[in-house]
């Protein structure tokens, strides 16, 4: 069974919810602080609130990102698009606002889970013989470099860093540079269909990626979706 870590210091939240997630056949652990968090064994997945009383639940997602890839979803009351944003580019897999249903919420850790697999995330637009073959696994726009194979992406030689679902957009856009992809099938593609309610989420992570790869590299085309310029 798959091991979880709650962080959340409300223990009326905290209850309800470590049974429920028991109930759904996780095996549990609470965390009431970041520092308890951060002394706790590893797990297979952290559900993270941000307002914790001792440290900011920010700083205790951006150590455990620090320490490796466990898969991160962040559980807030914060709702602003700057809160999304902060979480996802210091490395969060997904951001649940509260409140929230504990059937949604399971089936946004299995989703997560199913993503990062066994061995860590895998690109899902690349197929066995792309990734076998480094011309069709690179990616070339402008000073934009995408490697699919190496899940390794260079801005004028210069590595940038992006978290699992970062990269998987860039490479769902980097298919086919200067088509429109909709948001639907950006969705449906880098969520694999695993993707709840509003599209928000979509935003926050282009409104990330743009801020690491540069705002004018992916266009928004308004009432359809996004696409990679040819030249930003």
Do not use: N, Q
Request: overall charge negative; glycine content about 8%.
């Amino acid at each position: 069974m798959e091991r979880l870590l709650v962080v959340e210091d409300d223990p009326a939240i905290a209850g309800p919810l470590v049974r429920g997630l028991e109930r759904a056949g996780f095996v549990v652990t609470h965390a009431p602080d970041g520092a308890t968090a951060l002394a706790a064994e590893p797990t297979d997945l952290v559900l993270l609130d941000l307002g914790l009383p001792d440290v900011d639940g920010t700083e205790v997602c951006r150590r455990l990102r620090a320490r490796g890839d466990v898969p991160i979803i962040i559980v807030s009351a914060r709702d602003d698009e700057v809160d999304r944003v902060v979480g996802l580019e210091l490395g969060a897999d997904d951001y649940v606002v509260k409140p929230f249903g504990l059937r949604e919420l399971v089936a946004r850790i299995r989703a997560v889970l199913r993503r990062r697999g066994p061995a860590g995330a895998s690109a899902p637009h690349a197929t066995a013989a792309d990734e076998d073959d480094p011309a069709l696994a690179v990616t070339t726009v402008g000073d934009l470099v995408v490697d699919r194979r190496t899940r390794r992406v260079t801005v004028d030689d210069a590595v940038v860093h992006l978290t699992p679902k970062e990269f998987d957009l860039l490479a769902a856009l980097a298919e086919d540079p200067g088509a429109v992809r909709s948001r639907h099938d950006l969705l449906d593609d880098v969520w694999e269909g695993d993707w709840y309610g509003s599209t928000r989420t979509l935003d926050a992570h282009v409104a990330a990626l743009r801020r690491k790869v540069g705002a004018a590299r992916i266009e928004t085309v308004r009432g359809v979706g996004f696409r990679l310029a040819d030249a930003p």
